[in-house]
């Protein structure tokens, strides 16, 4: 596979590269990146010939919509797709004294989560100036997750945004502002929670479907299948332990340090990819690639190396017989397909 090969975005007909750009780490995540690099890393994205960006007003609190919108400025519109989010406002702050766990260095405005149908028509307004476009072509509800949020603002937040936020959504997509309407989030439970109740095209899903985790494959990717609904993938390398392995340092599962459990099961992945003589990262990009209802594989990335990195890895032969050893060894499901 190539990451530049075209797919299909299941309903929506859109076509995406089989490798997009997530835009997490350029809105400066844990660490701040100068604007020239993140200039650079864009330019080398779009050299390289992908063609999917998904953003978010929550990354940087606004920072990545800017750095991208102008990325993509002056480039032909018909020809990248480009999806953002729904779900957080950005309220400024005038003294400017803002701190995030998770951002640095970022604009002075402070996120608000509303998942209404005002809040929705907003979001996107502003989300369009931001970045200077006329439309988007896939929308996600961001974030209505139990991991966000905790199990009683969540339930609440869920219903408001299925119940308020979907009718804003439905009358973009209607009016042809939007192409597709989704659901973002990192667990697959409630983005099938929500295909039950709603009509929507597509999700991302974040982390919720790895080398390390497959129970997605339960009922809610079966699910997307038979309904022709397509997932962004993110978070595939599981915040990055398997990037960089089970012991390194700084190695982090679900954006904290890795629990012991989950050090061993990728001790486990690392034997099978050291006999077979496989990068655990080439592994990781291209096992979700295999399934049916995930045409694209968003990795985030901060730098040109790393980029050219994933560019490499993800087209990198793997030999067959791997896949075979890891569902061998109990590390992939029986039912999960395979590259090959």
Aim: aromatic content about 10%; overall charge negative; hydrophobic content about 40%.
């Amino acid at each position: 596979m190539k990451p530049t090969d075209k797919r299909i975005f299941g309903r929506s007909g859109l076509e995406v590269t089989a490798m997009g750009f997530g835009t997490a780490p350029i809105g400066n995540q844990f660490r701040a990146v100068a604007e020239d690099d993140a200039r650079e890393v864009f330019r080398r994205a779009w050299d390289a010939g992908l063609r999917y960006f998904d953003t978010a007003p929550m990354y940087g609190h606004g920072l990545a919509e800017h750095r991208l919108g102008e990325a993509l400025r002056g480039r032909p519109r018909d020809e990248y797709v480009l999806s953002t989010k729904v779900g957080r406002l950005l309220k400024p702050v005038h003294d400017g004294n803002i701190t995030s766990p998770f951002w640095v260095n970022m604009p002075p405005f402070e996120i608000v989560h509303d998942y209404s149908y005002d809040a929705v028509m907003r979001s996107f307004e502003d989300s369009l100036q931001r970045m200077g476009q006329s439309r988007f072509d896939i929308l996600f509800i961001h974030d209505i997750d139990v991991w966000t949020h905790g199990p009683e603002l969540q339930a609440k937040h869920f219903r408001t945004a299925m119940d308020s936020g979907y009718k804003a959504l439905e009358k973009l997509r209607s009016e042809k502002l939007v192409t597709a309407i989704g659901v973002g989030c990192n667990e697959w439970q409630v983005c099938e929670a929500a295909l039950r109740e709603r009509d929507f095209d597509c999700f991302l899903l974040a982390g919720r479907y790895t080398l390390l985790e497959q129970d997605a494959l339960d009922t809610f990717l079966p699910l997307c299948e038979e309904r022709g609904v397509a997932n962004a993938l993110g978070g595939g390398y599981n915040s990055g332990i398997l990037a960089l392995g089970a012991d390194a340092p700084g190695a982090h599962y679900n954006y904290a340090p890795a629990p012991e459990a989950i050090k061993e099961r990728v001790r486990k992945i690392e034997a099978v990819c050291k006999e077979y003589g496989v990068s655990m990262k080439a592994a990781a990009l291209q096992f979700v690639l295999a399934h049916p209802a995930i045409p694209t594989n968003i990795p985030g990335t901060r730098t040109r190396e790393h980029l050219d990195e994933n560019l490499a890895l993800i087209g990198s032969p793997i030999p067959v017989e791997f896949w075979a050893g890891m569902k061998k060894a109990g590390l992939i499901r029986e039912n999960a397909p395979t590259p090959g």
